[in-house]
């Protein structure tokens, strides 16, 4: 199958393009069967061959997206703009968990938490264990000690850190 696309020529941060026409599975840097115009996306100049294009789309020459958006938008040929869509999932926004700042609650959320897994022997299906895997870890102070000097370092203007040498 012939496709009409796009190869670059240009230099490194000028990109200009050509209209090629080739085989589907074909490099486009390659041989092509022939050169049907040009593209400049920095002046948006475009310079094609439209009788020439017309002949290979009679022949059952397929374009890809950006060749025909390219088209239609400079009026060669007539037809609609597609609509492309990227092939990368978008990306996922993680929420951030903020610990609390009361010790009482922190010291007490390791051994609610301990709990739970000494009750629960069964094996969790693989589903939830996956949902599970993608939450973000929440920091917990070490001990009640730690944190009250941590506190106390925040308070003062200090790095007092426990057990620094």
């Known amino acids: 199958m012939l496709k009409i696309k796009l190869a670059r020529i240009g230099k490194k941060k000028a990109p200009f393009y050509r ?11 390659g041989r092509i069967l022939e050169n049907l115009g040009s ?17 290979w789309l009679s022949q059952g020459a397929q374009m890809t997206t950006t060749v025909n958006n390219l088209l239609v ?8 703009i597609i609509r492309v869509v990227s092939k990368q ?14 010790p009482t609650a922190a010291a007490a959320e390791p051994v609610a938490a301990e709990e739970v897994a000494a009750e629960s022997t069964v094996e969790e299906p693989a589903a939830e264990v996956a949902a599970e895997s993608t939450e973000e870890p929440v920091e917990e102070p070490v001990s009640t000690e730690s944190a009250e000097a941590v506190k106390a ?5 200090t790095d007092a850190t426990p057990n620094a040498e």
Request: cysteine-free; charged content about 30%.
């Open 153 to 157: 370092s925040d308070e003062a203007g």
């Open 19 to 29: 209209f090629i026409i080739s085989e589907v599975g074909r490099d486009p840097y």
């Open 73 to 80: 938008s400079h009026q060669i040929i007539k037809g609609e």
């Open 89 to 102: 999932p978008a990306p996922v926004v993680a929420e951030t968990v903020k610990p609390d700042k009361t």
């Open 39 to 55: 593209y400049n996306p920095k002046s948006k100049e475009l310079q094609a061959k439209a009788e020439r294009i017309n002949y």
